[in-house]
């Protein structure tokens, strides 16, 4: 498998649960213009990893996910899951943006319990398996198991949406933009939830803008620049991962760069004049 700059040469010995070999995706003919939105991407996710994934509008993050899901088929190349085939339903989990939207049993209990139920575990398994999930995300089910989810805050049917994955039983979690349209306090109890899932040793994947919640909530960072892989390591590593032609010509990030200045800016980790290039940012990076 090829290496995207930054990529660490040894992640000791996780198992494998997820890998990319040589992956396309082009948007169906039928659709207009064909156009490729994934091209040649190698990955490998292994077991008890966090990994954040940026990248600018339309650079492919949530088709990514969605063909890593088992949603999309690849045009070309190969996923393997957790069995060692393709992804089998309720191996992976995908948390799309706003979940909270796709509600429809009458109360919270029902609604998480209603994905493992249909995988074919009992009423009872189902129940007690949405019940732990609920603990998971900090919604104890003595409290919100009877609810509407209607009567639910933003965060906490935020929260209950994302228990309802978890239920069932995925080897790893992906999250598209998870944080959007939450208030701080949405931000800091979705952390939290992050937080449990590394304590019980869970992968998962966070696609976001936020470069600061990725920084402190993934040990790993993929960037992701024109349906390609450009980067692949530590967000501490990320300024001095990048090959000496980046550093000599910041036009190679394409408008990665500018995603990531725009987000040390308003973080207050640099000036807002300061410019948008490699070298520069890069002396930034080590936060006070």
């Known amino acids: 498998m090829s290496k995207a700059p930054g990529d660490p040469a040894h992640r000791g010995d996780r198992a494998a649960l997820l890998r990319l070999d040589a992956v396309r995706w082009t948007t169906p003919a039928d659709a207009g213009d064909a156009r490729t939105v994934l091209e040649s991407v190698d990955l490998e996710i292994g077991a008890g990893e966090s990994v954040g994934i940026v990248g600018r509008s339309g ?54 319990a209603f994905g493992p139920r249909n995988v074919g575990a009992s009423e009872a398994g189902a129940a007690e398996a949405a019940r732990e999930a609920l603990r998971t995300v900090g919604l104890p089910p003595e409290l919100f198991a009877g609810r509407a989810p209607e009567t639910l805050s933003g965060g906490e ?37 992050l937080a449990e899932l590394r304590k019980a040793h869970r992968t998962y994947v966070v696609v976001s803008h936020d470069l600061e919640l990725l920084a402190e909530e993934c040990e790993r960072l993929l960037v992701l620049d024109g349906g390609r892989i450009a980067f692949d390591g530590s967000c501490a590593a990320l300024p001095d991962g990048l090959p000496p032609e980046w550093r000599d010509d910041p036009a190679a990030w394409g408008g990665e760069l500018a995603v990531v200045a725009a ?15 490699v070298d520069v940012l890069a002396r930034a990076w080590v936060i006070p």
């Open 59 to 112: 650079a492919g993050k949530t088709t990514l996910l969605s063909i890593a899901a088992g949603l999309l088929e690849p045009s070309a190349g190969r996923v393997t899951g957790p069995s060692g085939g393709s992804p089998a339903p309720g191996e992976i989990g995908l948390v799309f943006q706003e979940p909270e939207r796709g509600f429809f049993e009458e109360t919270v209990l029902a609604d998480v």
């Open 263 to 277: 987000a040390m800016r308003a973080r207050g980790w640099i000036e807002r004049d300061t410019p948008a290039r």
């Open 157 to 193: 049917a935020r929260r209950a949406a994302i228990a309802a994955v978890i239920a069932l039983g995925p080897k790893v979690l992906f999250f598209d933009e998870p944080t959007t349209g939450l208030d701080q306090d949405g931000v800091e109890r979705f952390r939290a939830v």
